[in-house]
């Protein structure tokens, strides 16, 4: 829709923003319209590609719900990790925030994503991506413990109210989950600063370089949990792009936890996507749970 001098109606020119959003990104970039909707529409997010008259790149703008915490993990992500990836010229540049709103401005990158893209299947993109993820976890770490965390309790934890909630996981499946779990030890661990979200569909490439985006999932974790969504889908068909990863990465962050890993990752995707009617997904999840309980436990 347009106004009546045909510039975007204001009113609908920055969609799924509520209206002291709308105004802060009016005030920020005046006259703004939406060149894409990039949303997923499965949670409290919006996410636009923006332009505005007189500047020469396309911003990204991102509002939140007061119940999306993805939102704070985003803005701590940008404030205290995302700079040595930026250094690279890997990561946007946050323009704008206003925390109490919740939106912000963030450069959008040149480029396509990798999902989808012939760069997906290129060994090439994995070993950068690896050289990446390398240099974002190791800018610090710290033990669990210092930081009052008691991961993989915590991670046990949630598995369990995943399982105790609904969902379509076999009633003999839950068995076998819940006996690997009490087993599971859950002595303190290291963590490092991740992504948690490290896949290709928040990777951009451009010009054969690579660049990372949305950091809605970053915390403090163990290093090997960002590649627990790599290993049940590039890596799961192709060994040349895990061992490009891993090259790229300088060594293997997987140790003896990875199969307690993988499957509180296949739990929580499988009874996530059940919540949000997300059926693809939740085959997926579906899958990941028969394949980590057909894994041996690393030692």
């Given at each position: 829709m347009t106004g009546p001098d045909g510039s975007p109606d204001r009113d609908t020119a920055l969609p799924g923003l509520r209206p002291d959003q709308r105004l802060l990104v009016q005030r920020w970039l005046p006259g703004a319209?939406?060149?894409?909707?990039?949303?997923?529409?499965?949670?409290?997010?919006?996410?636009?590609?923006?332009?505005?008259?007189?500047?020469?790149?396309?911003?990204?703008?991102?509002?939140?719900?007061?119940?999306?915490?993805?939102?704070?993990?985003?803005?701590?992500?940008?404030?205290?990790?995302?700079?040595?990836?930026?250094?690279?010229?890997?990561?946007?540049?946050?323009?704008?925030?206003?925390?109490?709103?919740?939106?912000?401005?963030?450069?959008?990158?040149p480029g396509e994503l990798v999902q989808g893209n012939d760069s997906e299947q290129q060994p090439q993109t994995y070993r950068q991506a690896g050289a990446l993820l390398a240099a974002f976890h190791g800018q610090d770490r710290r033990m669990d413990t210092d930081l009052g965390i008691e991961f993989n309790t915590a991670r046990k934890q949630r598995a369990l109210r995943w399982l105790a909630g609904e969902h379509r996981i076999p009633s003999a499946t839950v068995g076998r989950l819940h006996a690997l779990l009490a087993d599971h030890p859950t002595e303190a661990v290291r963590l490092v600063p991740t992504h948690g979200d490290y896949q290709p569909r928040n990777w951009m490439v451009h010009a054969g370089k690579l660049a990372v985006?949305?950091?809605?999932?970053?915390?403090?974790?163990?290093?090997?949990?960002d590649l627990a969504r790599l290993a049940v889908q590039q890596f799961r068909t192709r060994g040349d792009l895990e061992r490009a990863f891993i090259e790229g990465y300088g060594s293997d962050p997987r140790g003896p936890d990875w199969r307690f890993i993988l499957l509180t990752e296949a739990i929580a995707t499988a009874a996530w996507a059940y919540s949000v009617g997300d059926e693809a997904f939740e085959a997926q999840g579906h899958r990941m749970i028969d394949d980590a309980l057909a894994l041996s436990p690393r030692r």
């Open positions: 319209h939406v060149v894409a909707d990039l949303s997923w529409g499965l949670i409290d997010s919006t996410v636009l590609r923006v332009r505005t008259p007189g500047i020469a790149e396309d911003v990204i703008v991102k509002a939140c719900g007061p119940g999306n915490h993805h939102f704070s993990r985003e803005l701590d992500a940008y404030r205290h990790w995302v700079g040595p990836l930026r250094h690279l010229g890997a990561a946007p540049v946050l323009h704008h925030v206003d925390d109490d709103a919740r939106v912000l401005v963030a450069e959008f990158l985006i949305d950091f809605g999932r970053a915390e403090w974790r163990p290093a090997q949990t």
